[in-house]
């Protein structure tokens, strides 16, 4: 019985310890956005130049609504207003979709198999493509011009005032050596930032759509995706 119990323990022990060595691999692999970025405003994993930053306010609007109507409520809306969104409420939702909510242990909302943390999130509006660094609350501009109408054809989502983008950074998830499991792990880890954005939209009362049928070849050049994907994009905007 003694010895059962020793074993066991050891047991726990070497898998704990395990477990920490793969967490410790996965984050010195992840490229953390603000490290991403070179001096002279080329990123390493896209080469994109910030052309303008946007310092967005602390996310604490439309977060109030209790978490069984936010439930209930919870729904694809394609009725989208293209009026703009207040800045404050942008941010919170982008902090809901996939900010830091453990900025000590650059931890995040959303969950990510081995806290690969590949996603990076772009917000599209009329006036440019804007790169949510969640580190410093930011927006940066990465490219100017209105290509919202360059991810879908769907008219509710042309007209929609921002849309957000789930990027996959695959050079984030090398340590799946098996292409199979890394796109396994990559659309699950996109489902968790979806359905958050889904929950923020039902608590502030917007409208928002996932959206799979998206023109990735043109995303990945206006982006400069050279190893990742475009996998979602949601139009978000108030409701009609
Ligand atoms: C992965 C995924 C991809 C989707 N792609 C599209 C899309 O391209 N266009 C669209 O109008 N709706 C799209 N939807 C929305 C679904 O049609 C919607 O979620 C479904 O009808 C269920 O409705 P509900 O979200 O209100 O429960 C997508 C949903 C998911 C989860």
Redesign the pocket.
């Known amino acids: 019985m003694k010895k059962t119990l020793l074993l066991a323990f050891a047991m726990m022990i070497v898998a704990t310890g395990a477990y920490a060595q793969k967490k410790t691999t996965a984050n010195n692999k992840r490229i953390p956005a603000s490290v991403a970025i070179n001096d002279d405003g080329t990123r390493n994993d896209n080469s994109a130049k910030v052309l303008a930053t946007i310092e967005l306010p602390p996310a604490d609007m439309g977060l109030e609504m209790p978490f069984r109507e936010v439930l209930k409520n919870r ?2 809306q ?1 009725n989208i207003l293209p009026e703009e969104l207040p800045i404050e409420m942008v941010s919170s939702l982008l902090w809901s979709a996939y900010g830091f909510n453990r900025p000590e242990e650059s931890k995040r909302v959303a969950p990510s198999a081995v806290n690969a943390q590949e996603y990076d999130v772009y917000l599209f509006n009329h006036e440019g493509i804007f790169f949510y660094n969640a580190e410093k609350n930011s927006l940066e501009m990465v490219a100017k011009g209105d290509h919202v109408k360059d991810i ?1 054809e ?1 008219k509710f989502f042309q007209e929609a005032p921002i849309a957000l983008v789930l990027v996959a950074n695959y050079d984030r998830m090398e340590m799946f050596k098996d292409k199979e499991v890394r796109d396994f792990y990559a659309a699950v880890d996109c489902g968790y930032i ?1 359905q958050n954005i ?1 929950l923020f939209c039902s608590s502030a009362k917007l409208s928002t ?6 023109n990735r070849d043109k995303l990945a050049k206006l982006i400069g995706i050279k190893n990742g994907k475009a996998m ?1 994009a949601h139009p978000v905007g108030l409701s009609k």
Not at 209 to 214: F, K, P, R, S
């Open positions: 729904c694809t394609r879908s769907q979806s889904y759509v996932a959206c799979g049928g998206i979602l």
